[in-house]
């Protein structure tokens, strides 16, 4: 009797092109711009956000790191090094710490984004992102 292995075929061949991908895309951010996928993400949920803000628990949620992880990473991000994001206090409520991309961190996710957006491009043939979108809005 054959087993049908179809479904995980499929599955490990995703989780190997995904593994490949997230690679190529970690290194090129890490090597051009000094940014793990991690921060980039950051920059990406602040910079797209109202006001081009957000609270630390919420970037927390949006990264998927513990509340520990996530206040280190914001913490490199402002050093002066780095630059990319200023805390404040929220006005309304006093406990609440928001995180805000600075011009400097602004300019540096748009460079970071053109090169992520060219190499999956040329990770995928045309119309397969197309594809995947629809496969992903699917589940």
Same mark, same amino acid.
């Given at each position: 009797?054959? &087993?049908? &292995?179809?479904?995980?075929?499929?599955?490990? %061949?995703? %989780?190997?092109? $995904?593994?490949?991908?997230?690679?190529?895309?970690?290194? =090129?951010?890490?090597?051009?711009?000094?940014?793990?996928?991690?921060? /980039? $993400?950051?920059? $990406?949920?602040?910079?797209?956000?109202?006001?081009?803000?957000?609270?630390?628990?919420?970037?927390?949620?949006?990264?998927?790191? %513990?509340?520990? =992880?996530?206040?280190?990473? @914001?913490?490199?991000?402002? =050093?002066? &090094?780095?630059?990319?994001?200023?805390?404040?206090?929220?006005?309304?409520?006093?406990?609440?710490? $928001?995180?805000?991309?600075?011009?400097?961190?602004?300019?540096?996710? #748009?460079?970071?984004?053109?090169?992520? &957006?060219?190499?999956?491009?040329?990770?995928?043939? #045309?119309?397969?992102?197309?594809?995947?979108?629809? @496969? /992903?809005?699917?589940?």
């Amino acid at each position: 009797m054959k &087993n049908n &292995n179809d479904a995980l075929d499929m599955w490990l %061949s995703l %989780s190997n092109s $995904y593994s490949s991908i997230h690679d190529k895309l970690e290194q =090129a951010l890490e090597e051009q711009y000094d940014l793990s996928l991690k921060e /980039f $993400y950051v920059l $990406y949920f602040i910079s797209n956000a109202e006001d081009k803000e957000l609270r630390l628990q919420k970037i927390q949620e949006m990264v998927g790191l %513990s509340q520990s =992880a996530t206040s280190r990473l @914001v913490v490199r991000m402002e =050093a002066k &090094n780095c630059g990319a994001l200023e805390r404040h206090i929220c006005e309304d409520d006093k406990r609440g710490i $928001y995180t805000r991309i600075t011009e400097l961190g602004e300019n540096k996710f #748009q460079r970071a984004l053109k090169t992520f &957006n060219e190499l999956l491009e040329k990770e995928f043939q #045309q119309g397969e992102l197309t594809t995947l979108q629809s @496969v /992903f809005h699917k589940m």
